[in-house]
């Protein structure tokens, strides 16, 4: 079993940053690729950003690349989100996840096996 829990949602204007941490408990945390989620009331999960189990590779979500970036620290078991330049639309309950590394940086929830319990992002206009 891995434990996550994330921390860092909050609101904020337009423009502004977040930055979210997601801190993982349980198994070996290096054995995971991670990826973040968001779902916005009445849509569907999406898959925001990705990262490999030694972080050398990430992945993103056209919606958000070059505005946010996922980093790991595997001594401190934790995977970080940073969002830049916040929009309306990136208003969302993020999630981190775990995935078994063979499904390093895939969009798809259902290769995720560990989730947390989400945290609230709302970005006003």
């Known amino acids: 079993q891995v434990q996550l829990v994330e921390s860092g949602g909050g609101l904020v204007q337009a423009g502004g940053s977040l930055r979210l941490s997601c801190a993982a408990s349980?198994?070996?945390?290096?054995?995971?690729?991670m990826g973040w989620f968001r779902q916005a009331p009445g849509k569907e999960r999406e898959f925001v950003a990705a990262i490999s189990w030694s972080g050398g590779r990430t992945y993103y979500a056209d919606s958000v690349k070059g505005r946010f970036t996922i980093s790991r620290d595997n001594a401190k078991n934790t995977v970080y989100l940073q969002m830049n330049s916040l929009k309306p639309e990136d208003t969302a309950v993020y999630y981190c996840a775990a995935a078994p590394k063979v499904y390093s940086g895939s969009y798809y929830p259902d290769k995720y096996d560990y989730w947390g319990q989400g945290t609230q992002v709302t970005v006003s206009s």
């Open positions: 349980g198994r070996t945390f290096s054995n995971y690729a």
